[in-house]
């Protein structure tokens, strides 16, 4: 069965300092990974996607980045945090890239407040 | 703008009565439709989805309607129970794009004893 890891589970951090949260799934190869990011009171939004190791498209700009070092990892940072950064951030993964839209699998996903 | 728009917060339904969920979309290219399922403190769950080429799709006590000329979406629980109280999160995805799923900010159903 496939799992997936996020940490850390919560974090606070100061504006200006850096972030990196990071996301594992085991039991699945060759995942397509994304990350989301929901601020208080607002919607779940895309921030990135990855369909293969080493490749990650962005698809709201938020003064984040994300890379894929491996298969099965997937890392969310910055150099500088914002105030506008804080919310709730998962990470997900699916099996298919093709024509249509596929299920996501959520991780249990990072509450991040910064102050 | 938001292309998936969920217009009620909130819904407080008795026990054994039937929730309904509604969803507005924008984009006339969606052709992919879910609904996930969120209890606090967790992370969302697919509950059940359904492509363009049907109106309606049912698993057990949930069933999914597709009104594609209206461009809105809707989730039917009979028979509710307490554990059904939850946020519900609808989700509209384009062919091409993946995963890109736009989601709604979710409704707060609770289901009253």
């Known amino acids: 069965a496939q799992t997936i890891h996020q940490w850390p589970v919560a974090e606070i951090k100061a504006v200006g300092s850096p972030l990196s949260l990071g996301c594992t799934i085991k039991?699945?190869?060759?995942?397509?990974l994304y990350w989301y990011w929901q601020a208080t009171g607002g919607t779940l939004q895309q921030l990135f996607y990855?369909?293969?190791?080493?490749?990650v498209e962005s698809v709201v700009q938020l003064n984040l980045s994300a890379s894929r070092p491996k298969d099965d990892q997937f890392i969310l940072s910055t150099e500088k945090l914002l105030l506008s950064h804080s919310g709730f951030y998962l990470c997900?993964?699916?099996?298919?890239?093709?024509?249509?839209?596929?299920?996501?699998?959520f991780g249990s996903g990072t509450r991040l407040t910064v102050l | 703008g938001q292309q998936v728009k969920q217009s009620s917060p909130s819904l407080t339904v008795q026990e054994g009565g039937i929730s309904i969920l509604n969803c507005d979309y924008e984009n006339d290219m969606f052709d992919y439709f879910a609904w996930y399922k969120k209890y606090p403190d967790n992370s969302p769950t697919l509950l059940i989805s359904v492509r363009s080429n049907v109106d309606k799709r049912e698993d057990g006590r949930l069933t999914v309607f597709l009104n594609k000329s209206g461009k809105h979406f809707s989730l039917h629980i009979t028979a509710s129970q307490p554990e059904d109280t939850a946020v519900y999160l609808c989700a509209a995805g384009e062919q091409g794009t993946g995963s890109k799923l736009s989601f709604g900010k979710g409704a707060k159903l609770t289901v009253s004893p």
């Open positions: 997900a993964w699916s099996l298919h890239w093709g024509g249509s839209a596929e299920t996501l699998y």
């Open positions: 039991g699945k190869s060759s995942p397509n």
């Open positions: 990855s369909i293969t190791v080493g490749q």
